[in-house]
């Protein structure tokens, strides 16, 4: 797990994976027969098909996992030092309270603390109490002097929650689960086939938390035949939460998609994956989203269309600092992407 560590712990918001970019060109570069970054940020690495299984033009899949989480840029800095922030990405303003941060400077990282601009509970008056928080009500306390503060902060300078890594259980817990899992995932799959049945391109894309930006144009750039794009999902089975809108459900093993907000899944690709899980003996389960989305989404709408799936894995408390997934759901779409990487040119794609 100390890769997953790693990277869930590193910083990087959409336009800002640069850590992230470096880790996984890293633990990929080893692996494949060519390794760019495109103008946008993409990490694009290809490992062409096993001989063994080379027809005369392979066909090409592209696999997504975006590198960035949802954080903040800096907005202004007043007289007194405090950093007003915009948003990156979805933000739910109860997650937002009485967290720790890591705002990157123009030299060194520095610890904050982010809480909203509003009286504590002992002196709020009635109006304080039924006011509902925004995001914009949050500031960062760097608690330096506003001098030292604009000197090594700048406008625009990242921030990001700051969280450790832990094994809570039989989960593993921190920030940014959504989406360094994924990386993870297409690391360890690329690492592991023993085989490859496509041209296969591992993208690690940018920007996905602000529109799937990077998978647009790294997929225009692939020019895919078949794109799986590697994603958390909401795992809310919890109290006081019906089974029927709990979307999935920790320790029942990865998720299949059927659809989302961005996307349909194609029927050829999901039947093919429910077919590998059960060949192989892996645990899966069918997973729809009512809202949200995944760079399948971007992929599959790009020149003439290409046909996409989803590969997610379950997490609770998405888009918090203590994100939770399983460890043995995690490792079920390490393997289920794996079988995909070894045997996903056998998809029937037709639709007639």
């Known amino acids: ?17 640069d850590r992230l970019r470096e880790i996984v060109r890293r633990e ?49 800095i007043d007289d007194r030092g405090w950093l007003r ?3 990156l990405g979805g933000h739910d303003p109860r ?21 909203p601009g509003i009286r504590p509970p002992h002196i709020a008056t009635a109006a304080d109490r039924d006011r509902k928080l925004a995001v914009k009500d949050f500031v960062v306390d760097l608690y330096l ?38 990386l993870y995932m297409m690391i360890r799959a690329m690492q592991q086939a023993k085989t490859f049945g496509c041209d296969t391109y591992a993208v690690a894309t940018v920007q996905e938390e602000i529109g799937l930006r990077g998978a647009q144009v790294s997929a225009f750039g692939v020019d895919p035949d078949l794109g799986v794009a590697l994603d958390t999902t909401l795992a809310v089975d919890l109290p006081g939460v019906p089974e029927y809108e709990q979307v999935t459900q920790l320790g029942a093993g990865a998720a299949i998609k059927l659809l989302d907000s961005s996307s349909i899944s194609h029927p050829g690709l999901v039947a093919h994956l429910k077919a590998l899980a059960k060949k192989r003996k892996i645990k899966y389960q069918m997973e729809i989203l009512p809202l949200g989305g995944t760079d399948a989404g971007a992929m599959q709408r790009v020149r003439a269309g290409v046909p996409v799936a989803t590969i997610s894995v379950p997490t609770r408390y998405i888009h918090s600092s203590v994100e939770l997934v399983d460890k043995k759901d995690l490792k079920a779409g390490v393997n289920l992407l794996t079988a995909f990487v070894e045997e996903g040119q056998k998809a029937d794609l037709k639709l007639v």
Do not use: W
Not at 1 to 17: I, N, Q, T, W
């Open 85 to 87: 922030l915009v948003p």
């Open 28 to 76: 990929m570069a080893p692996l494949v027969d060519d390794i760019r970054v495109d103008a946008l940020g993409n990490l694009i690495a290809l490992k062409k098909a096993s001989k063994a299984k080379k027809p005369k033009k392979p066909k090409k899949l592209m696999i997504a996992a975006h590198m960035d989480e949802i954080g903040f840029v800096v907005s202004h």
């Open 95 to 115: 997650n937002m309270v009485a967290q720790r941060v890591v705002v990157s400077g123009v030299k060194n990282d520095l610890p904050g603390l982010l809480y």
């Open 1 to 17: 797990m100390e890769l997953l560590k790693e990277l869930c712990e590193s910083a990087g918001v959409p336009g800002r994976e």
């Open 145 to 182: 002097p506003a001098a030292k503060v604009k000197r090594e902060v700048e406008v625009g300078s990242m921030v990001t929650l700051q969280r450790d890594f832990a094994e809570i259980g039989d989960g593993i817990s921190c920030k940014a689960m959504d989406n360094r899992i994924a």
